[in-house]
């Protein structure tokens, strides 16, 4: 691949690599001198301010409802937002040192992200990306990749990098090819504090997910390997402490819970906090991937009882971060006296109308884009049942991917297909249907495939999607609220067409499958049966470590899932679920349907 290394500025750090020094004076012109009593300790100041998971979102806008973004907690997003917060904490420290920095997952999640990887790919038009203009209005310091950033490629994360005026890192992302660093793994940024300090020497250090070589296997395999966080932390913290590195910084796209949505074959998934435990020398970590609000969390490094600070800052550009750190000099050494943090609430503030200027034509052809009529639904179709009934509107992707699978490969073997509740907010309206209530339901970036399975298979792998299921037994109150096991997202719930099966959630996990019949019938699905299973890339990788799936593709076209949805309906041009909606699943206890 080419060394995604950007231009001008950028390209003096990508060739310095890991010993970048990128020089850095915050917050214009110094101020004036802090309070000081004789004899005591001089002391200065550093904020560190972050996101992550900001997922594509700049305007604070739902493309899906074609409205102004809210949620029951009155939530704000984008990086419009994140701005007016961040310019008005610069502002008030100006004289101080301020930076900036984003945990990753930034080019997917959105209409807007999508439309500019997709219908209009920034690698064929050269236009800059929309949230490469939004954040080179913010002036980031820096950008850690998520594993999202890789879902359309590596020739448009390359470019979308090379957009960026700041650098872009990832240590743990290794060339196959070369062994070496395939991004920039940290920098060392000289930081004025003002009032005539010295300058401090700030190391930061970005770590993407190991995830993405599942996830991303297509895109990245044979490619780039990803290595363990904590292993690779260990590597460069002392490396940038023999640098000359005053604090030592990481920016981390792996959440804090030390738990992992696959299987032990890669390296774990959120180890943000066992790199603070294991890893000496670490002042603060900023991490993100979990979508969670951790505004301060404090860890303590098992070998010198140093306290690292964490953080997390939500989702979307719901929050910004702030770190704050208190430091001292003695015998030309730089020491941290205190450090804190917290989250700021981005809807206590207005966006930033520059931030807004800078997208705005991208944001209105997005609106333009997904409000185009594809199809008229012959009645409401609502993902809010889907969960834990069979619902028509989740049949539709069903029905589509068989349909495409069976034109490409015929109907030799009986053809499956899964499907997951993605939203539970999706609506199809009687009357007209538009491209953004299609995006609405199938919110991911995914493509199409499938695989054989056979009979024995199909009931594993419907056995572990129960789990996602309380075990309720008979008499007690079945609540839609609390049927689902929180510790399992509704994207990990798979239905499946093509076979009918009841599930007793009555029943432990893993004795949950009761029938599973040929459709129409009492016959049993046999152990050595083979189907045909239509399945999306990221659970055919291995994402959500479902069993059998992962194995050698009959059907891979590359087409994207959400493209064929809407392909359908303009085909058809009438939704009616009578072409495509057949109950073939239900929840029981010891065969009495939960939801008759």
């Known amino acids: 691949m080419n060394n995604p290394s950007g231009t001008s500025r950028r390209a003096v750090l990508a060739a310095a690599a890991a010993a970048a020094a990128a020089p850095f004076v915050a917050g214009g012109e110094a101020g004036a001198a802090p309070e000081h009593r004789p004899g005591s300790p001089k002391t200065w100041d550093l904020t560190l301010l972050g996101t992550s998971d900001t997922h594509g979102n700049v305007y604070n806008w739902d493309y899906y409802k074609d409205a102004e973004y809210d949620d029951s907690a009155h939530n704000d997003v984008g990086l419009a937002k994140v701005a007016t917060l961040v310019n008005r904490i610069r502002a008030e420290r100006r004289g101080k040192a301020t930076l900036v920095l984003d945990a990753g997952d930034t080019i997917q999640g959105t209409p807007l992200a999508t439309y500019y990887a997709k219908q209009e790919p920034i690698t064929s038009t050269g236009e800059r990306h929309p949230m490469a203009r939004a954040m080179n209005v913010i002036d980031y310091d820096a950008v850690t990749l998520g594993n999202h950033e890789f879902n359309y490629g590596l020739p448009l994360l390359d470019l979308w990098i090379r957009q960026l005026g700041f650098p872009a890192l990832a240590a743990n992302a290794v060339n196959v090819k070369t062994g070496r660093p395939a991004f920039v793994p940290y920098v060392i940024k000289k930081v004025d504090l003002g009032h005539g300090a010295p300058n401090l020497r700030v190391g930061i250090l970005g770590l993407t997910n190991p995830g993405v070589a599942i996830w991303d296997r297509a895109n990245v395999e044979g490619r780039l390997r990803f290595e363990d966080l904590v292993a690779t932390a260990a590597k460069y913290v002392p490396e940038m402490r023999r640098r000359g590195a005053d604090i030592v910084l990481i920016s981390a796209h792996g959440g804090d819970s030390g738990t992992s949505s696959y299987g032990p074959e890669l390296p774990n998934e959120n180890p943000s906090a066992l790199i603070a435990e294991q890893v000496p020398g670490i002042d603060a970590i900023l991490f993100g991937h979990a979508h969670n609000d951790v505004p301060q969390r404090f860890v303590t490094n098992a070998a010198t009882g140093a306290q690292v600070l964490l953080s997390e800052p939500s989702k979307w550009g719901q929050r910004l971060t702030r770190m704050d750190f208190q430091l001292s000099r003695e015998r030309n050494r730089w020491t941290i006296t205190s450090k804190a943090a917290t989250t700021l609430n981005t809807n206590t503030v207005e966006a930033d109308p520059k931030v807004l200027a800078a997208v705005r034509a991208q944001h209105a052809k997005t609106v333009a884009y997904v409000n185009q009529v594809v199809a008229t639904s012959t009645q409401t179709l609502s993902a809010a049942e889907s969960r834990y009934r069979d619902t028509p509107i989740l049949d539709y ?76 037994p008979v008499g007690a109150t079945a609540d839609p609220a609390t049927i689902s096991d929180p510790a399992v997202p509704d994207y990990n719930y798979d239905t499946i067409s093509g076979v009918e099966y009841d599930i007793d959630i009555s029943r432990p996990v893993g004795q949950r499958i009761t029938r599973l019949v040929h459709p129409g019938t009492t016959t049993p699905v046999g152990d050595t049966e083979e189907f045909v299973v239509a399945v999306n890339n990221y659970r055919r990788s291995g994402g959500g470590n479902f069993p059998g799936i992962v194995k050698p593709q009959v059907y891979n076209a590359q087409q994207e899932i959400r493209q064929l949805l809407i392909d359908w309906a303009q085909a058809k041009g009438v939704i009616d679920p009578a072409d495509f909606f057949t109950p073939n699943w239900r929840l029981v206890r010891q065969d009495v349907p939960v939801f008759p």
Not at 415 to 438: C, H, M, W
């Open 397 to 472: 992707i069903n029905k589509v991917q068989t349909d495409t699978v069976a034109a490409a490969l015929g109907t030799a073997r009986p053809i499956l297909s899964i499907a997951a509740p993605f939203s539970r907010t999706a609506v199809f309206p009687a009357g007209q249907v538009k491209i953004k209530d299609v995006a609405g339901l199938y919110i991911y970036d995914n493509t199409l495939e499938a695989v054989v399975l056979t009979g024995a298979e199909v009931r594993a792998y419907l056995e572990y999607s129960a789990k996602y299921f309380v075990t309720l």
